[in-house]
C-alpha cells in the first residue's frame, strides 16, 4: 500500500442542536479561526428559517439537512494526463467526500448573495436549496452535466 489511511475526524456535538454535521458545517463557514462568531452565524440562520417557513411543519435543522442532501454532489471529474492531452474522467465521490462538497457549495453560495448580513445570506440559501432553487443547486447540477458529458472517458478511471 503506497497510501496511508487517513484517520477519521472526531467532532464534537454542537451545544444546541447535539449534531457532529452541524459542527462540520461551522467549521466550513469558520474565517480565521472565530469559531463563535460562526456558530452566531449559523443559529441566527437557523431563526431566520423559522421565521421564513410559513406552513412547513419541519423545524429548521431539518430544512437545512433536505437542504444540503440536495445540494450534493454524487459524481465529479478528475483531470487525467493520456498521451498528450488532459481529459476529463467522472469519478463517484465517496459519501464523507460529499458531504464536504456539498457543505463547502452551501458556503460559498451563500456568501455571494447580495443579502445585508451572512446569517440572512445563509438562511436564503439554505431555503433555495430546500426548495431545490439557487445557485447552490445551479452549481451541483453542472458538476453533474460535466460528469454526463465526459461518460465516455469512464473507463479510464483510476
Known sequence: MRKIKRKAK???PDPKFND?????FVNHLMKNGKKSLAYKIFYSAMNKIDLIKKNEEKSSIEIWKSGLKNVTPYVEVKSRRMGGSNIKIPVSIPSTIRITKAMKILVTCASIR?????ANKLAFEIWDA????GESIKRKENIHKMAEANKAFSHFRF
Do not use: A, D, P, S
Open 130 to 133: 430546500f426548495n431545490e432553487q
Open 20 to 24: 457532529v454535521l452541524v459542527t462540520r
Open 114 to 118: 447580495n443579502e445585508k448580513t451572512m
Open 10 to 12: 472526531i467532532y464534537i
